[in-house]
């Protein structure tokens, strides 16, 4: 099986070979084909845009790389400051004050949460104002003239589904303003506990986060500068496989443009064969017979030559047996050889013999087409000696 399993590898390798060298040549058929055809404009512009995407690439690259290293050393030069300036003023004190500044940050953070809900509950509720607002004017105008029109109608239901939508938006947002109002209350009451409870610490270790929100607004701003690298990067690339898919639909249309010449030339040619005159064909199938055929002289000579150039392989054998025969050591040999030399020696004769009788079948038939050429002779002669005869009597009488 192993044996197998490599025999059928091997195969496949010769077979995949064949076709490569079979593709390469068509390639370079193809191309020879085509070699004067003038470019598609449009594979300029997509070339240019996708060299100009491919350095943009690299730049951007190189850019997120300079942006990612002063990042990592931003943060490892921040660990190393707060590390000494935790040991400076002690790691519990740094903790205490910990607990109040993240109180600090939720509750400032609450507090924006706060104030967006505010200003959505306030515009829900200014919409909601206003379209009722409309619906009420629509129905004071609907009563002062006494009667409901299919265009009042219409006005008075989109008024009221407005209406119905402006109060759930409202009562949403004001219910998210209520939750965003407790939990702000909430950390900034926790806030004020912690702020009570280590004052001390919060005060001491004052120097510690004021450096740590320095540091924190460089590594934002890197973290943004990272990010933008990161989305120009993604829009060059993208440019650029836009560019490369377009690259590949133009030369996809090409090379069918060309399989379609290629089977519209083959068909020409083949509607130019079948156009032919019937006269041309009979005369070539005439040559073709006269080519082909036999005449007696000619088969005779041919055999002849056959049976002559067989006699002489026959001869040749012959002394190569007895050349064989003499080089043989051993009895068995001598035996085989023998017997191969009477074998040959019976060909030869029976070949000879054969060439005598074509010889005499000739000269038989050559003495036949003699004999029969005299006698025609002969009878001609008598035929005219018997009219000579009659004229010479009738003279004398």
């Not at 104002?129 to 009420?136: D, F, Y």
Request: include cysteine; glycine fraction near 4%; aromatic fraction near 4%.
């Amino acid at each position: 099986q192993q044996e197998e399993n490599v025999k059928e590898q091997n195969n496949e390798s010769k077979q995949k070979k064949i076709d490569d060298e079979e593709d390469e040549w068509e390639g370079k058929h193809e191309t020879d084909e085509f070699e004067h055809e003038e470019i598609d404009p449009r594979v300029e512009g997509l070339l240019e845009e996708m060299n100009t995407a491919a350095e943009e690439i690299n730049q951007y690259e190189n850019e997120y790389d300079d942006v990612k290293k002063a990042f990592q050393n931003t943060l490892k030069k921040l660990e190393s400051e707060l590390e000494k300036t935790a040991k400076a003023f002690g790691r519990k004190t740094v903790e205490k004050a910990r607990r109040f500044h993240i109180a600090k940050a939720e509750a400032s953070r609450a507090l924006k949460d706060t104030t967006k809900s505010a200003k959505q509950f306030q515009e829900y509720t200014n919409k909601y104002n206003t379209v009722k607002k409309e619906l009420a004017q629509v129905e004071h105008e609907a009563e002062a003239a006494g009667r409901i029109d299919e265009e009042t109608q219409v006005k008075l239901n989109e008024l009221s589904k407005k209406v119905i939508r402006a109060t759930k938006l409202q009562r949403r947002a004001e219910k998210i303003h209520i939750n965003c109002t407790k939990l702000f209350a909430e950390k900034d009451n926790v806030k004020q506990k912690l702020k009570a409870q280590f004052h001390k610490s919060i005060t001491k270790t004052a120097p510690y986060f004021k450096t740590k929100k320095n540091y924190d607004q460089i590594i934002k701003a890197l973290r943004a500068q990272l990010d933008d690298v990161g989305q120009k990067t993604a829009m060059a690339k993208k440019r650029s496989r836009d560019a490369l898919g377009a690259l590949s639909r133009i030369s996809e249309e090409i090379h069918l443009r060309r399989q379609k010449e290629k089977k519209e030339l083959n068909q020409e040619e083949v509607d130019k064969n079948t156009l032919n005159p019937q006269g041309e064909k009979e005369e070539e199938n005439e040559q073709e017979q006269d080519q082909e055929v036999p005449t007696p002289d000619r088969d005779c000579a041919q055999e002849e030559a056959a049976t002559g150039e067989a006699t002489r392989g026959q001869r040749n054998s012959h002394n190569q047996l007895e050349m064989e025969l003499e080089a043989a050591r051993s009895t068995q040999q001598k035996q085989d050889l023998r017997a191969e030399l009477q074998r040959k020696e019976t060909l030869t004769l029976m070949m000879d013999a054969k060439k005598l009788d074509i010889n005499n079948d000739e000269e038989d038939e050559e003495d036949s087409k003699s004999i029969s050429s005299s006698q025609s002779d002969q009878s001609f002669v008598r035929n005219y000696g018997g009219c000579d005869g009659n004229v010479s009597s009738d003279d004398e009488s």
